[in-house]
């Protein structure tokens, strides 16, 4: 079934989102090693490679069903955070707008009656639902240790641990 031309547009634009994303947790690894915070910027850059992988999943998405990827400029990101708690309430606040976009791009799908799409999102609804808890526990942790610094830095070795295609810092 060839995609409508509402539809293509909407995946393209989510595509630049996804890369969006990336660019913004790469720029936020980068600010968390300059704060001395190894693990969280494993964990951001982590995040960046994940935030790839949405944005492929898509590309792939719109190859497979023979329509035409349309790349964006992506936005310069901010990540001149004070501290690793708003850089998480950030990272929860991208997050959210991300959700938002995917339940819109949702209802696209819905009113142009394109299921193979209404499909793929299924898997992106439940991954945000993941993306979301994570940030809020991240942030749930990074309050508990307030200014303390041993804290930090045992959180910070913590959310050093995730692994590639692990989602929490808890494993
Ligand atoms: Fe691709 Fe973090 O949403």
């Known amino acids: 079934m060839v995609m409508k031309a509402s539809v293509v547009k ?5 595509i630049n989102a996804e890369l969006e994303s990336a660019y913004l947790y790469l720029a936020m690894s980068g600010r968390m090693e300059e704060l001395s915070l190894p693990g969280l910027a494993r964990w951001l850059r982590l995040q960046w490679e994940e935030e790839l992988v949405h944005a492929m999943k898509f ?3 719109l190859i497979q069903r023979g329509a035409a990827v349309k790349l964006e400029a992506l936005s310069k990101p901010t990540a001149d955070f004070k501290t690793p708690l708003a850089a998480f309430e950030a990272v929860l606040e991208h997050e959210q707008y991300i959700t938002d976009r995917i339940w819109k791009l949702n209802e696209v799908a819905v009113k142009e009656s394109d299921y193979a799409l209404q499909s793929l999102l299924k898997w992106y609804i439940d991954e945000q639902v993941e993306e979301e808890d994570n940030a809020r526990n991240a942030i749930d ?3 508990l240790v307030g200014k303390d610094g041993s804290g930090l830095f045992l959180f910070d070795r913590e959310m050093g641990q995730r692994t590639a295609g692990a989602e929490g810092g808890e494993q």
């Open 10 to 14: 909407a995946v393209n634009s989510q």
């Open 141 to 143: 942790s990074l309050k």
């Open 59 to 61: 590309y792939d998405f």
